[in-house]
């Protein structure tokens, strides 16, 4: 006898739990061919996987993505997990997303995206625009119902509350999600708009998938405005993060790239003051500087006005001196003349036995005999004595008798 | 333009504080750019103070434009 007995709900449940804890079972990809597609008006959708040997129970539940894929007789790739129908004690295949087998798998289609992307030049640094660090108004692109938009509203109201922010309601997930998204910035485009964030929380990258699409990237790589892409968890990397002006590892992360520290700003408002209250004592100190150089030249300029006193009265001397110099002369001049006149001196003449002669008729001194006539007479005088004389006879050659 | 939003305001406090901080500036000019920076220092305290984060949607912000051009 075998030591454990089960009832079927034991069974079942103990069967669900194995596969819950296999490493395997939880995610992974199912080939085949599609047959028995049921399509209820729930929207869920019932159908099988099977190949020539086996047959496996499926579900796509309408939330599910690349339902357009299931058709009776299609090649597919199911993505998702194994399950347990529990009233019926099947084991099912949970499916997520539907491709059919043409498309490869997920990781597949995301590397050959990325690579023709690439070399398309949408990745380039060189196109990436600069993030303005203090918008007016930035765009949210993200669903407004979700717990982002409001993680995203509780940052800024922290840090910069100065910001008017546009909401793009946006689907961020599921098959209508890629078409909303372009939408959404080429919409956002048409206003006058700093920045625009694209937002989005973690999940599968099926639920990320249409962040990974052509149509989303070249929405990106069109936009006027810089985008910020904050798509999912810090390791979920898109094409979107690849394409965006600047990617941030999580939403809240670009909340905070787009809106400045108010603390820091506050700060900034009082070093600029600052600034102003030195470069304006800078202006009055120097005013005061030159004021006081002033003062300086003019008391200065008392000095050399003294100097230029000292100076003049030296000219003055000089000139003096000149003067005196020239007196001098002068005097040393008539000294001569003095000397001259001592050597004409009269009584030396006189006492040498000279005479003054002079006209008795007319007083005029006598210095030629020429207008001597017989008859006239003639005043002879010495310092102290005068004779009077009459002319008897003049020689022709100069000789005179007197009487 | 009007300075009216705290980024304008801000740049234009950083412009006066450029403005007196060159040389060649009179008593009266530099005392006219010095008050002009306090009262946009003012201002701007005042602006961050006092604002309040703006949401609209989308939606309203395209019915606001006019397309007629």
Same mark, same amino acid.
């Given at each position: ?403 | 333009? %009007? @300075? ?6 801000? *740049?234009? #406090?950083?412009?006066?504080?450029? $403005? &007196?901080? %060159? @040389? ?6 530099? *005392?006219? #750019?010095?008050?002009?920076?306090? $009262? &946009? ?11 309040? #984060?703006?949401?609209?949607?989308? $939606? ?10």
């Amino acid at each position: 006898m075998p030591d454990i007995t089960f009832t079927p709900s034991e069974l079942t449940n103990y069967i669900y739990k194995k596969i819950n804890q296999d490493k395997y079972l939880n995610s992974f990809q199912l080939i085949g061919e599609v047959s028995n597609l049921s399509s209820p008006p729930s929207g869920h959708h019932y159908f099988a996987i099977k190949d020539d040997e086996s047959l496996i129970k499926c579900v796509l539940f309408s939330r599910g993505s690349g339902k357009e894929n299931l058709k009776d007789g299609n090649q597919i790739i199911a993505e998702g997990k194994m399950s347990v129908y529990q009233p019926r004690g099947e084991i099912q295949f949970i499916a997520e997303a539907i491709h059919s087998q043409g498309e490869g798998t997920l990781q597949q289609r995301f590397e050959e995206l990325k690579s023709s992307l690439e070399a398309q030049g949408l990745f380039d640094e060189s196109r990436k625009r600069e993030i303005p660090k203090m918008p007016k108004k930035v765009g949210i692109v993200t669903s407004k119902t979700g717990s982002v938009i409001q993680d995203i509203i509780n940052v800024i109201q922290r840090r910069y509350p100065n910001l008017k922010l546009v909401i793009a309601d946006t689907r961020v997930q599921g098959d209508e999600a890629a078409k909303s998204i372009t939408e959404s910035i080429s919409s956002l485009n048409k206003l006058d708009i700093d920045v625009i964030v694209l937002a989005r929380g973690g999940g599968s990258i099926e639920d990320l998938w249409p962040f990974n699409e052509e149509k989303v990237a070249r929405e990106i790589f069109k936009s006027k405005i810089p985008i910020i892409s904050a798509i999912g968890h810090e390791t979920d990397f898109t094409i979107s993060d690849l394409v965006a002006d600047l990617r941030a590892p999580t939403p809240s992360a670009a909340a905070e790239i787009i809106s400045p520290d108010i603390d820091y700003l506050n700060e900034l408002i009082l070093l600029r003051t600052r600034d102003l209250e030195i470069s304006f004592n800078a202006i009055l100190e120097n005013l005061k500087n030159r004021f006081f150089i002033s003062m300086d030249r003019i008391v200065n300029y008392k000095i050399e006005t003294s100097i230029n006193n000292y100076k003049i009265n030296s000219l003055t001397n000089e000139i003096i001196n000149i003067f005196d110099n020239n007196l001098n002369e002068i005097k040393y001049k008539l000294e001569n003349y003095e000397i001259s006149l001592n050597h004409l001196d009269v009584n030396k003449i006189f006492s040498k036995g000279f005479f003054l002669t002079q006209l008795k008729s007319d007083k005029s001194i006598i210095k030629s005999f020429k207008n001597i006539k017989k008859g006239d007479h003639i005043l002879v005088s010495n310092l102290n004595e005068t004779l009077e004389a009459e002319t008897i006879k003049i020689n022709d050659k100069g000789s005179t008798d007197g009487k | 333009m %009007e @300075n009216n939003t705290f980024e304008e305001k801000l *740049k234009s #406090l950083e412009n006066t504080v450029r $403005k &007196l901080e %060159e @040389n060649d500036l009179s008593l009266d000019q530099s *005392k006219e #750019l010095y008050k002009e920076g306090i $009262k &946009l220092a003012k201002e701007c305290k005042i602006l961050l103070s006092k604002t309040e #984060l703006e949401i609209t949607e989308l $939606k309203k912000e395209l019915e606001d434009i006019d397309f007629s051009e």
